[in-house]
């Protein structure tokens, strides 16, 4: 990139209030990565990163150093909610959430029992996660154990940080993909033993949403998560009004949809909770108190007809985080989706600057699912997940980069037009795992 210097923006912290940040772009940066651990070992400008580390020292490992310059280095980007197997069937067509799921997505997900298809797609799944640039992510498998076991096998290989688990369903869903109550949560606990800190492995324990889990297979849930003070849960909540009612005949005696999750000891820090589009004041509250987390999707969201997701409102209360929900979502691009929470904003006077788009996809995420000490930017002793970009990869971008004078305004044409186009490599713990081949 062409402007010059060290640049410092000041960003209102999305997950952490009343915490104010800094963006720092340096015009002709240098960043030091130690390849025994795939850890960043310092940052700065190219001429004080060379002096300081640029010749190999005796008795040390060669220093090896590629060039790549007039691109753009950003930390890895962080994906809070996507649904692995359904990227079979991301685009069907014309359904709103639960005629989409019955019509569509219990198909597509029934096939996860099958070991070689879970395998298959969640390699397939992850090479598009590299390709898109996006390096961490809290993800959706089946409620098939085997469904989780190929993730976890498949990103172990590739070293990525990710976090998934077993999708809870006990009921309100095809018989084949329900598991019965105490079963679903035996897997769960044996997928936490085998998983949870192995590497750089998560679980997350995956209660589909209110409709779909038995009161008492949530009650089990939540005595699950309590037992740990580090396993994530996540969880769809008030995404369509059509679930949200269903949720209301199910549970008359609840005072909301986010009551029935509060009773069963579902919330928390630790907890992630998809769209979040109808809540009232008092469960804003109820997110604040416990610290739970929303991840707003806004691809989804228009996708399905869901709704417009009021972030001034939802971040005035808890930490947001943004997220694809593919196949819901129809991009597993997180620059798309930064493009497309623009527009669900701008239809609410709120316009989402570059700057604040781009904290959020890397260190925002990772602040909201607690990971910031490992992931998000480029401290020294940060896990060295990286994308390089590059800002003239088609020709549209291209021109229009020559026609924009600051940095800000480069970026936000980055973050209205930028997708996998842009991506030319994605370096995991300071590994390359992704080349453009368009490129050489
Ligand atoms: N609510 C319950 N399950 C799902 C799902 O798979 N996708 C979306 N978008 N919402 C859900
Ligand atoms: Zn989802």
Redesign the pocket.
């Known amino acids: 990139m062409q402007t010059s210097g060290i640049d410092k923006h000041t960003i209102l912290n999305p997950v952490i209030k009343g915490i104010t940040v800094f963006a720092e772009y340096i015009a002709d940066g240098a960043l030091v990565i130690d390849d025994q651990t795939g850890l960043v070992v310092d940052y700065g400008s190219s001429a004080s990163i060379m002096a300081e580390y640029g010749r190999t020292q005796q008795g040390q490992q060669p220093v090896q150093i590629h060039d790549h310059k007039h691109k753009l280095i950003l930390p890895g980007f962080i994906d809070t909610h996507v ?1 692995y197997p ?1 990227i079979d069937m991301i685009a069907a067509f014309g359904e709103q ?1 639960l005629d989409w ?1 019955n019509n569509y ?1 219990f198909v597509t997900e029934a096939n996860f029992g099958d070991r070689k298809v879970a395998d298959d797609t969640a390699k397939f799944f992850l090479q598009q996660l590299l390709a898109n640039g996006t390096t961490s992510a809290m993800v ?1 498998a089946t409620s098939h154990p085997e469904s989780v076991e190929a993730f976890f096998t498949q990103s172990t290989q590739l070293n990525m940080r990710m976090i998934t688990g077993n999708v809870l369903m006990d009921q309100n869903a095809p018989e084949h993909l329900c598991v019965p109550t105490e079963q679903g949560i035996r897997d769960s606990q044996n997928i936490i033993d085998k998983w949870h800190g192995r590497g750089r492995q998560h679980v997350a324990i995956t209660p ?2 209110a409709i779909t889990s038995s009161p008492k297979q949530l009650k089990m849930t939540g005595e699950l998560y309590a037992s740990y003070n580090d396993v994530y849960l996540q969880t ?1 909540l008030a ?1 369509n009004l059509a679930e949200v009612a269903f949720v209301r005949e199910l549970y008359p005696n609840h005072k909301g949809y986010l009551d029935v999750y509060a009773d069963m000891g579902l919330l928390g820090r630790y907890t992630t909770l ?1 769209h979040g589009i109808y809540l009232d004041t008092s469960e804003y509250e109820v997110l604040r108190d416990t610290g739970t987390q929303i991840a707003h999707c806004p691809t ?1 969201n228009l996708f ?1 007809g869901s709704g417009l997701f009021d972030l001034s409102k939802t971040l005035s209360y808890t930490g947001v985080s943004i997220a694809t ?1 593919v196949g ?1 979502g129809t991009s597993l691009s997180m620059l798309t989706t930064l493009s497309e929470a623009y527009k669900v904003q701008q239809l609410q006077s709120n316009p989402l600057s570059a700057h604040q788009g781009l904290y959020q996809i890397t260190l925002g995420n990772a602040q909201s699912l607690l990971l910031e000490q490992k992931i998000g930017n480029f401290m020294p002793n940060k896990e060295a997940d990286f994308v390089v970009i590059d800002l003239g990869a088609t020709a549209l971008l291209e021109r229009r980069m020559t026609q924009t004078s600051s940095l800000e305004e480069k970026l936000f044409v980055l973050m209205m037009l930028g997708d996998d186009r842009v991506i030319e490599q994605t370096v995991i713990a300071g590994v390359s795992r992704y080349k453009n081949r368009t490129r050489v």
Request: aromatic share 14%; net charge negative.
């Open positions: 649904h359904q959430l799921l997505t959706f589909r949403f769809h995404e998809a989804s399905l929900d819901a």
